[in-house]
């Protein structure tokens, strides 16, 4: 169902932590960007546009064609070294009612897009693979298109294996030195990719597929990370988007200019939706199967036991207190459907037997893991204070005490613990976007914001659709991480959308959650692994 809304007002409060933040860097004598230069400048040569030869794709019978695209590693030298971007289409299924190109580009950074396309596209109602072909793409760094490595498979595996869900005395300092240590490994080992790696750069991949593709302009689908892409995209490329959805929206300016505040955000809002289940269970002890009606002391009697005397796991690896919080980060974000699957499965943990929370981070994992640090190091600029860092590191974990100690003071892995490695970066940042989150001149962009999501605050989406020169957003009243396919009412008004551009109207609530689902029925958010991103079946 829908009702109405006033959009969200500018919040002061948020843009004045900003300053004081811009002008704490100023005074220690660190610009929140990188230099620009000034002056006159002989104007780069044009860019060569890849020709893209289609084929079939290695191993697949899906219906989708691959090609490989050839794109500058350093845009700012355009005809010297290129690198293969992978990637992936299927033809509208009707071509009589064509109207373009859909690219999909999903969350991360870290997941590939291929997959993304391929595994979605039968989520996708009739009438967009009807109408679009349906674009993917692994952008630079991920997968197909060259994977980044920072941490090995070794290191990786015995840094989470030694991690805790109830860190000890000196945890600080040990991010902070394990931070120093990814950030050398990934300049040891992928120097000469990680500096082109950013955001900016991949929109202007994006772009050079567009005419490649031989489209004028295009239509775009990007959730979590991919809506800070799209918004990036639409800041370089304003008239070159027909219609674009950013679900699971960043505030531009705050993740990539004050990324402390924006952490410290995502702290808080994962640990609330963690105590928002809780509570659930708490309230609905039966339905849950945990905790007996105290949830909150139970979780934290069983991340130290796990701790104490970790379950071997039949890979051989230990499951402790942090493989638990590591695992709820993820599935906290299927939303309240699964909320009784979730209770369950932490009462196997609580009886050590084998459950998806006592999953220890995997190979494919730690491929996901060094992109989803490294991109976000090469687009965001934290502080360089040592000091600056230990005391706000210090205050996020301590705003989130239930998930913050075991993912703030661990080794370097999802969105929330970046600052230790991204404030001691060794590498440059030719490939970050500096310019006007603006998009002046764009179509309209339509900005979902999910209320209750763990992942990407709400008040994000707000920021966003007022940031953009015309932004529309619509919000769904709703637990979870994103809202596209979780929401009849979202899922209509998107499709109607993008394929007739028609907007919502401003203030519209979808408030057709779904509730916790009946004990035992299985959901496609069970089990939600870091690795694997899909647009969820509409139910």
């Given at each position: ?492 008004l998107v499709t109607d959308y993008l394929a007739t551009l028609a907007l919502p109207a401003r203030g519209t609530v979808c408030a057709d959650e779904t509730p916790a689902g009946a004990l035992g029925r299985r959901t496609a958010g069970v089990e939600v692994d870091e690795t694997r991103d899909v647009i969820p079946a509409l139910r």
């Amino acid at each position: 169902m829908q009702t109405r809304l006033a959009d969200g007002p500018r919040k002061p409060l948020v843009w004045g932590i900003s300053l004081v933040l811009i002008t704490v860097a100023a005074l220690l004598g660190v610009s929140p960007g990188a230099a620009t230069a000034t002056g006159l400048t002989t104007p780069p040569p044009p860019v060569p546009v890849p020709v893209l030869s289609w084929g079939p794709c290695a191993g697949q019978a899906d219906g989708f064609e691959c090609a490989t695209a050839r794109v500058p590693l350093d845009y700012r030298r355009p005809t010297g070294r290129a690198i293969p971007i992978a990637v992936t289409r299927r033809v509208a299924a009707d071509p009589a009612r064509r109207a373009g190109v859909l690219l999909l580009h999903p969350g991360g950074p870290g997941n590939s897009g291929v997959d993304f396309a391929r595994n979605s596209y039968a989520a996708l109602p009739a009438s967009l693979r009807d109408s679009f072909d349906v674009i993917g793409y692994d952008m630079r760094g991920v997968g197909r298109s060259g994977q980044v490595e920072c941490w090995n498979d070794q290191e990786y595996s015995a840094a989470v294996d030694a991690a805790r869900g109830v860190p000890g005395p000196g945890a600080l300092q040990g991010a902070i030195r394990q931070g120093a240590e990814f950030a050398n490994a990934c300049r040891d080992r992928s120097g000469d990719l990680v500096p082109y790696i950013g955001t900016g750069s991949n929109a202007k991949d994006i772009d050079l597929l567009r005419q490649a593709l031989g489209e004028e302009t295009l239509s775009f689908y990007g959730r979590s990370f991919g809506s800070y892409v799209g918004t990036v995209y639409a800041a370089q490329f304003p008239r070159r988007v027909r219609a674009m959805v950013l679900d699971g929206a960043y505030d531009p300016r705050r993740y990539a200019d004050v990324p402390y505040a924006y952490d410290g955000a995502q702290f808080v809002a994962l640990d609330a939706a963690v105590s928002r289940f809780l509570d659930w269970c708490a309230q609905n002890a039966a339905a849950c199967g945990f905790g007996e009606g105290r949830p909150r002391e139970a979780f934290e009697q069983l991340k130290r036991a796990l701790d104490a005397d970790p379950v071997i796991t039949a890979s051989g690896r230990p499951a402790t207190g942090y493989t638990l919080a590591y695992r709820l980060m993820f599935n906290i974000n299927s939303g309240k459907e699964i909320w009784p699957e979730l209770g369950q499965a932490l009462r196997a943990a609580q009886a050590r037997q084998a459950t998806f929370l006592l999953n220890p981070p995997s190979p494919a994992s730690f491929d996901f893991l060094n992109v989803n640090v490294a991109v976000e190091c090469a687009d965001r600029v934290y502080l360089t204070s040592r000091l600056l860092l230990g005391a706000l590191v210090g205050a996020h974990v301590a705003s989130a005490p239930l998930l913050g100690p075991a993912i703030g003071l661990g080794p370097p892995t999802y969105d929330h613990n970046h600052a230790p490695a991204c404030a001691q970066w060794p590498a440059e940042r030719p490939s970050r976007f500096e310019g006007s989150y603006r998009a002046a001149g764009s179509a309209p962009i339509l900005v979902l914001g999910t209320t209750g999501d763990p992942d990407t605050p709400y008040q994000d989406a707000v920021a966003l659709a007022g940031t953009l020169d015309n932004g529309r957003l619509l919000t769904f009243a709703g637990e979870g991480h994103t809202a596209y396919n979780r929401s009849a009412c979202v899922s209509a008004l998107v499709t109607d959308y993008l394929a007739t551009l028609a907007l919502p109207a401003r203030g519209t609530v979808c408030a057709d959650e779904t509730p916790a689902g009946a004990l035992g029925r299985r959901t496609a958010g069970v089990e939600v692994d870091e690795t694997r991103d899909v647009i969820p079946a509409l139910r």
